[in-house]
């Protein structure tokens, strides 16, 4: 577990590296937020077209060749933005991280929550708030990193990100692959249960959720930096601070579908502050607020829906999962960036609002009732 959590902190730190100023970064080079959204598009159909073999890679053959692969191919993606040769070539880059982020976002979540000896709703929101914490601490010491790195030489974040996923590969090779199952679920039963998670009660609630934040994690970095360069550093600070201390309030928070209504609509509230305040320290409250309220509806939701999924179909459910979430992030992520060129990024932010309006209204109109395929899923694992 130790090495585990190892290559988890590794790849935090790698992607904190030059998220803390990749969109200042892009916009050093003279390219849109336009164009910025088209990248963050052509990432999330590359993550939504190619997650789903990962997935089943992982759950049915190999725990150990999912996760190599998604690291050689990050390194290869970091590779292309460190040479910026072309704007084709950029976006060819997003791709390859899109492909990369597919092997192993679903697959390092369900090699955590496999090793969970009691897979209750509490306990996976539990682990989610620890490596809520741990991706956290990391990604501020990588931030910093990634901010004088590019204070020496803007491009030169990608060669830090490069290294720390250099050292997270390594991590890997020194895992024991797990036979996943030595007597496998027939391929029928398997695709008939995996699409049983589509139907799931908190499927939806979990789909949206995770795109809900689309807007202000594009556009934050141009928010902060309407201040100074400094000032994003203090953004991702706060981020990332928050990442570590909201995790402890979820100690007061009952894991159930009224505290995600709850949530979704204080979020909503959050995202409305954070676009239109002006000054600094407001700007900083209310990007904490909605960062601290996020991550809990995120970890909130995770639990409920992990709760009813087996081992056997783990990184499958959350590839599924993720799969939709990244269709609807690139739809809404251009749409975002152009509202930003055009009406500026405190109008893009809001986009964000209506997200968390159609969660509250799944939850609403009865989207989380009991399944009936919940037993399906739990009892066959």
Request: net charge neutral.
């Amino acid at each position: 577990m130790t090495r585990i959590y190892a290559f988890y902190i590794l790849s935090a730190a790698g992607v904190a590296c030059f998220t803390v100023v990749d969109v200042v970064y892009f916009q050093t080079l003279g390219y849109s937020l336009a164009f910025v959204g088209l990248m963050t598009s052509a990432f999330s159909i590359a993550v939504a077209v190619t997650e789903l073999p990962f997935a089943v890679l992982f759950d049915r053959y190999s725990n150990k060749a999912a996760l190599q692969i998604g690291n050689f191919v990050r390194i290869a993606a970091f590779s292309l933005f460190f040479l910026n040769l072309s704007p084709e070539l950029l976006i060819t880059a997003q791709v390859l991280a899109g492909i990369a982020v597919a092997a192993l976002s679903g697959t390092s979540t369900a090699l955590i929550i496999n090793q969970i000896p009691k897979a209750d709703a509490t306990s996976i929101s539990r682990t989610f708030g620890r490596l809520e914490y741990l991706a956290g601490a990391a990604a501020i010491l990588a931030g910093l990193l990634g901010l004088w790195l590019f204070e020496i030489k803007p491009e030169f974040i990608w060669l830090g990100a490069i290294g720390l996923y250099t050292l997270a590969t390594v991590t890997v090779f020194s895992f024991r692959d797990v036979d996943t199952h030595v007597e496998r679920i027939p391929w029928k039963q398997y695709l008939n249960d995996s699409i049983g998670v589509v139907k799931g009660p908190y499927t939806l609630i979990y789909i949206v959720t995770n795109a809900c934040a689309v807007a202000p994690f594009l556009l934050w970095q141009v928010k902060f930096d309407m201040v100074s360069l400094g000032f994003v550093f203090i953004g991702f600070f706060v981020m990332n601070v928050t990442s570590i201390v909201a995790p402890f309030f979820l100690r007061f928070i009952k894991v159930s579908a009224s505290r995600v209504i709850l949530l979704a609509t204080f979020n909503a509230v959050a995202t409305l502050l954070f676009a239109f305040l002006d000054q600094p320290a407001l700007i900083v409250a209310s990007f904490l607020i909605h960062i601290g309220l996020q991550i809990l509806q995120t970890i909130v939701v995770a639990g409920l829906f992990h709760e009813r999924i087996g081992n056997d179909y783990r990184a499958t459910s959350e590839s599924l999962v993720s799969m939709a979430d990244s269709l609807i992030v690139a739809v809404v992520a251009p749409i975002t960036m152009v509202i930003g060129d055009r009406w500026g990024a405190e109008w893009a932010i809001t986009c964000s609002i209506m997200l968390y309006g159609v969660c509250i209204l799944l939850v609403a109109v009865g989207q989380m009732r009991p399944s009936r395929r919940r037993s399906v899923m739990v009892e066959k694992s």
